[in-house]
């Protein structure tokens, strides 16, 4: 259980803590056990716990903070920020919302975790590494699941002991989201952004056509439409022309009641 004597900072609140160099508390880490999988999308309870900037917290501190949470939930990558005892001090929107009960990376309480028991001692390297100054590209999870994870010491040179940030990689090529957002900005049909979003999905032009009910042949002509539109030569170029597209974070993100959180009181 989480110890309610030792409450880690959130948000700006954080942000102000590291601008003005003040040490992080380290509470003593429990044993971590992974638990038994959820259907996919669930956001955990453990996950609703941490904390994430909100907004009477930025109000309390100074612009430089306010626009630093802000900026961490603009950003959709999921970032978590770790204490030397792999307990999550914070978590931007984005790893919220990522960390489903699928994810290679779980959280129990605040202890930061593996979904399986076989990759935990990677993840205890990869950290422990931090500690020492050094970065390292994890990879954890199998098949769709498998994602890639930047670990990035934050502590000061020859001062081991500082936090460590880790970056989600993504678990598909394209996010809907920024799809969307450039079939807008190229003037796609709504059947064309369809199409466009199973492309990037990796779905092959004969199976769209037969999950829309089509002939492959319109399926063809709605690609060539796309591609005169974005200037695209293959549809691999069209699939990597979104790719590389800067990830988009909804404006409407789901508010802490729409994902089933309480309201989580301020760090003293």
């Known amino acids: 259980m989480f110890d309610a004597?030792?409450?880690?900072?959130r948000g700006t609140a954080l942000a102000a803590h590291i601008l003005a160099g003040a040490p992080l508390r380290r509470p003593a880490a429990p044993a971590f056990h992974p638990q038994p999988r959820?259907?996919?999308?669930?956001?955990t309870r453990e996950a609703q716990a941490v904390p994430e900037a909100g907004g009477a917290e930025r109000e309390a501190h100074g612009p430089l903070a306010r626009c630093m949470a802000h900026m961490l939930d603009e950003i959709d990558y999921g970032m978590l920020l770790v204490d030397h005892d792999e307990r999550v001090l914070y978590m931007n929107h984005a790893a919220r919302r990522e960390l489903d009960q699928d994810h290679p990376l779980q959280v129990q309480?605040?202890?930061?975790g593996t979904a399986l028991a076989t990759e935990l001692s990677a993840l205890q390297e990869a950290l422990g590494a931090a500690q020492r100054g050094l970065r390292r590209l994890l990879t954890l999870g199998v098949g769709e699941q498998?994602?890639?994870?930047?670990?990035?010491?934050?502590?000061?040179?020859g001062q081991p002991g500082g936090p460590t940030l880790l970056v989600l990689?993504?678990?598909?090529?394209?996010?809907?989201l920024s799809v969307q957002g450039y079939a807008r900005a190229v003037a796609l049909t709504p059947a064309e952004t369809q199409v466009l979003e199973l492309l990037c999905g990796g779905v092959q032009p004969t199976v769209?056509?037969?999950?829309?009910?089509v002939a492959v042949s319109t399926v063809r002509t709605q690609i060539g439409s796309i591609r005169a539109k974005t200037g695209a030569n293959s549809i691999r170029e069209l699939v990597r022309q979104v790719a590389v597209l800067p990830p988009l974070v909804g404006?409407?993100?789901a508010s802490g009641a729409s994902l089933g959180t309480m309201?989580?009181?301020l760090a003293a």
């Open 109 to 112: 309480g605040r202890q930061l």
């Open 5 to 9: 004597s030792v409450r880690p900072l």
């Open 208 to 213: 769209i056509a037969t999950m829309q009910g």
């Open 263 to 265: 309201p989580v009181p």
């Open 38 to 43: 959820l259907p996919a999308g669930t956001v």
């Open 146 to 157: 498998r994602v890639g994870i930047s670990v990035v010491p934050l502590n000061e040179p």
């Open 251 to 253: 404006a409407l993100r």
């Open 169 to 176: 990689g993504k678990r598909r090529v394209c996010e809907q």
